[in-house]
């Protein structure tokens, strides 16, 4: 069943998991994701790139996660991943997407503020949830690390935003590691922590998922994590199997199976390591 990012968050906070948030290209990582979110029974958020709606991708892939979301019998969220701006926001909304995430974290904290308050207001028109980021989340080959999310600013963000879920930098980045990150749980807790005292708390988002060591990842959730994002790996493990199947196979649907079968085996992995079995 297609749900709202806040609805399946709720889930997540109500029995203390994280929801796993994979991003999905085509239709066979569509395949791959559901498959594995229905055998473990398992909420799940699949999401697209800003990039997809900016090229216009996405008009074909939304349709085929819309119609899996439907005929699923586990909680399903379509989110937009990184919206990059007010053209690929509209674009998802009209795509049905039921999450949208902005991101504005590269502008400084006014303009942040100011854009992401105005995101939400424009979807809430369409009933849609924002989850916005502050504290900028990078990409591994960036050579200078940016600084964790500052807990009065977050406490700030939320309450001037009104956004439904805050992605933080806590020592995470996009794409393959270099060196195994250090996940600044403390951080976590402590921005919990103090929007709550200030009766502004919303679940908070790890991104950069692929690659963080399996305990981080646990302590992270302990802290109070409810999403945690998913790109490069489903990504390796779509084309890892690609690349060894054999080019006796012709037939495009033959071909593609050993690739939806590993993005499955990877959710799998994944579900299991954010406690989402059995929690749809
Ligand atoms: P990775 O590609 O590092 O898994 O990060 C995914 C992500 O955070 C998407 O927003």
Not at 136 to 142: A, C, P, W
Not at 152 to 181: M, N
Request: with cysteine; charged share 20%.
């Amino acid at each position: 069943m297609l749900l709202d990012l806040t609805k399946i968050l709720d889930i997540a906070e109500a029995k203390r998991f994280a929801v796993p948030a994979f991003n999905v290209y085509n239709m066979e990582t569509v395949m791959g994701i559901v498959q594995a979110a229905e055998e473990a029974n398992s909420p799940v958020i699949m999401q697209t790139y800003s990039r997809l709606f900016a090229s216009g991708t996405a008009f074909y892939v939304a349709p085929i996660v819309l119609a899996a979301a439907h005929a699923a019998k586990v909680p399903v969220c379509y989110h937009l991943d990184h919206g990059a701006g007010h053209t690929e926001i509209a674009r998802a909304l009209r795509c049905g997407c039921t999450g949208i995430m902005c991101d504005w974290s590269s502008l400084p904290l006014e303009q942040n503020i100011a854009e992401t308050r105005r995101t939400v207001e424009l979807c809430k028109h369409t009933g849609v949830s924002v989850e916005g980021e502050l504290g900028y989340v990078g990409t591994t080959k960036d050579e200078i690390t940016t600084e964790y999310t500052d807990v009065d600013e977050a406490v700030r963000f939320i309450r001037e935003t009104g956004v439904a879920a805050l992605a933080i930098q806590v020592g995470t980045a996009h794409g393959r590691y270099k060196k195994s990150p250090q996940v600044a749980v403390d951080r976590i807790a402590a921005i919990l922590a103090e929007a709550e005292k200030a009766g502004v708390n919303v679940p908070l988002v790890l991104h950069g998922g692929s690659g963080i060591p399996d305990e981080q990842v646990r302590a992270a959730i302990d802290a109070g994590i409810r999403k945690v994002n998913f790109g490069t790996d489903i990504c390796f493990a779509f084309l890892d199997r690609i690349f060894e199947t054999s080019r006796e196979v012709y037939a495009i649907d033959l071909f593609m199976k050993g690739a939806v079968q590993a993005v499955k085996e990877f959710a799998l992995e994944k579900i299991h390591l954010l406690h989402a079995e059995d929690k749809a």
